[in-house]
């Protein structure tokens, strides 16, 4: 099987600009989890998605926003990109509540 | 609270030695997931170890075994016979019914040859 891929991988964007990253989770995965990892907050935790509907939602502004896809594809949004969003950004896919997430390489955001 | 806690910054164990990696939690809920996950220096979370709270065994994988103390509420990774290659941050987390995964802060493990 495959794991979960994370596009682009590399992206260096402006203060104000938006970007969209991209998620593909291990086929026959339906929830799919987004975090973002920084030197300074560790990782937190964005959002979670299952079968479509966001299930459960971290502590960051709304400038960041997700979706997911009918076949399980997830993308999250970063708008009004800030100097503090330079960040790795994880997506996770899990087959069940107990099952363990697997993660993807990640997307490493800069902003400049 | 803190869901997950893992107070060892940092941790440095000689190569063949066993280490123990501390993890506790804080959790209302009967039934639970505990995980441990591995992130080399090249960023990619490589998941290790699961354990239920509804399992009476300690889950082991491996090299990678863990110590479950559901009374006392703690979840410790202990890796044996280390190498080099297991030098890397290490995170505990859980999962609730219903909720997110919760992270620690992770420990940086350093093995010295």
């Not at chain 1, 969003?85 to 107990?98: H, I, K, N, P, V």
């Not at chain 2, 190569?15 to 501390?22: G, M, P, R, S």
Request: net charge neutral; with cysteine.
């Amino acid at each position: 099987k495959a794991g979960v891929t994370q596009t682009p991988r590399y992206l260096i964007k402006t203060r104000g600009q938006q970007v969209t990253l991209s998620c593909s989770p291990i086929s026959g995965h339906r929830s799919v989890s987004w975090y973002q990892q920084t030197p300074g907050q560790g990782l937190q935790f964005l959002f979670e998605y299952f079968s479509e509907t966001q299930r459960n939602k971290g502590n960051f502004p709304g400038r960041f926003s997700g979706r997911q896809f009918s076949n399980s594809r997830s993308e999250m949004n970063v708008s009004t990109l800030e100097l503090g969003d330079s960040a790795l950004y994880l997506c996770a896919s899990s087959s069940g509540t107990f099952h363990e997430q697997y993660f993807g390489p990640g997307t490493r955001l800069t902003v400049t | 609270a803190q869901k997950i806690t893992q107070t060892q910054p940092g941790m440095f164990v000689q190569e063949k030695e066993a280490v123990t990696l501390d993890c506790t939690y804080d959790t209302s809920d009967q039934s639970y997931g505990l995980f441990w996950y591995k992130q080399p220096s090249s960023g990619e979370m490589i998941f290790l170890i699961y354990q239920g709270s509804y399992d009476e065994q300690n889950a082991t994988e491996g090299r990678y075994s863990l110590n479950f103390q559901k009374a006392r509420k703690s979840a410790n990774l202990v890796i044996s016979a280390s190498q080099l290659g297991d030098s890397a941050m290490y995170f505990c987390a859980m999962r609730e019914p219903g909720n997110q995964f919760y992270f620690g802060t992770g420990t940086s493990l350093t093995v010295i040859p």
